[in-house]
């Protein structure tokens, strides 16, 4: 068993100021793999003060030395990449293969993006030639609180704290106390990268308790949330209080658009990729809509690639299904899945329980239903989990409409060989990113919704900037 009670706090491994043992369980088997401690409101006290005495000292570091320390911290990062991978494998369920290639590999590509972006942002330029003694200048907000997800750990933490370092912020980290392990060994490399004290801090806790301490904190200039609509919600009117800044990135349920001209590989790719990391994406691309051409086929494939999806222990190597993070979303999910059912989708494959030959461990069948309608409960609801919805559809205005037709607008995905019709659907999609025919947005493309998906951008030059303050300054002196 795993003993991880300390947090981080000043460049120090402290204790909590009261015990709160809080088991960490593996969803492979539901044992429990480690102990970490719920932080207090002394705690999270102490990390704030801790990083607002850093504040000035690290607005004021140059640039280019805050760039290096990043550039450090990606070197310390590539040296303990397989224990990230394991620790994300372990305590979210995430398989080990799998937890290498996306998970931890995730981290170093995002802060080698933003060491690119930084090195070509202007933190301080003439406002224009018309008013050539008018300076804007960029300034970190200030304490930052960063609240991270279970599902992809330190892709999320990496693309928080690259950002809000380059920025000049100083941080409070709570990652998800459900996969807490990875976080702790990411407090580490800062540390060992050489980040002054105070700059980036620690401390565990869950959302009730630490999460809402940081987002109602008079000391916390802002806070980046990634996880729920629900927790977004309840971490916007916490923080209106002291008109914090609010960056959030909550759930999705996005539509994949397959028209009769899609490529060959259109819906098996959309099928794997929404079984990826046991469907538990917020950009997932879980409502299938199929042009009725095609739609026939269509199911017949996606019930086939579903039914040969192999499921695994996150501990064996192996291009397979992990289980889900718990059991609260293992119930979510087969809940779904039967009111999926009850509603009359057509299940084509998967369906409630575990999958054969498991009677241990938070496996969930891959699952296809067929014959969805968009007022279905699971086609309206986010169900984090491997269940894919498929929706015909005749007309392109149709396939806009129903695509849509949802509270949420993160990322949408179009199939089809005509370019005109793409970049139509590009622009009428109501959503922060739309992929085109499998291709993946490119290094440092921002990632970020609209509607109830959230708003401000992760990644890149998009990702700085919301750490950002504009100052505009006029009578500037030449230096």
Known sequence: ??????????????????????????????????????????????????????????????????????????????????????????????????????????????????????????????????????????????????????????????????????????MVLKPSEQSPLNAMIFAELMDEAGFPPGVFNLVNGDGAGVGSQLSAHPDVDMVSFTGSTRAGTAISKSAADTLKRVHLELGGKGANVIFADADDKAVKRGVLHMMNNTGQSCNAPSRMLVQRDIYDRAVETATEVAQKVEIGSAHDEGRHMGPVVNEVQWNKIQDLIQNGIDEGARLVAGGTGRPEGFNKGYYVRPTVFADVSNDMTIAREEIFGPVLTMIPFETEEEAIEIANDTLYGLTNYVQTQDGARANRMARALRSGMVEMNGQSRGAGSPFGGMKQSGNGREGGTWGIEDFLEVKAVSGWTAE
Request: glycine share 6%; charged share 20%; proline share 6%.
């Open 1 to 170: 068993m795993i003993e991880k009670r300390q947090f981080y706090i000043n460049g120090k491994w402290v204790a909590p100021a009261q015990p709160n043992d809080f088991q960490v369980i593996d969803p492979s088997t539901e044992e429990p793999c480690a102990v970490i401690s719920l932080g207090g409101q002394a705690d999270t006290d102490a990390a704030v003060a801790a990083a607002r005495a850093a504040l000035p000292g690290w607005m004021a570091t140059p640039v280019a030395d805050r760039i290096a320390l990043v550039e450090k911290l990606i070197e310390v990062y590539k040296s303990r990449s397989e224990d990230l991978a394991r620790a994300i494998s372990t305590e979210m369920g995430a398989p080990i293969d799998m937890a290498r290639a996306q998970q931890a590999a995730a981290g170093i590509g995002h802060l080698k993006n933003f060491v690119r972006a930084a090195k070509a942002f202007e933190f301080e330029r003439p406002l224009g030639d018309h008013a050539p003694d008018d300076r804007i200048i960029h300034e970190a907000v200030g304490v930052a609180a960063l609240i991270t997800p279970w599902n992809w750990p330190m892709n999320q933490i990496t693309l928080k704290v690259g950002a809000a370092a380059i920025a000049g912020c100083t």
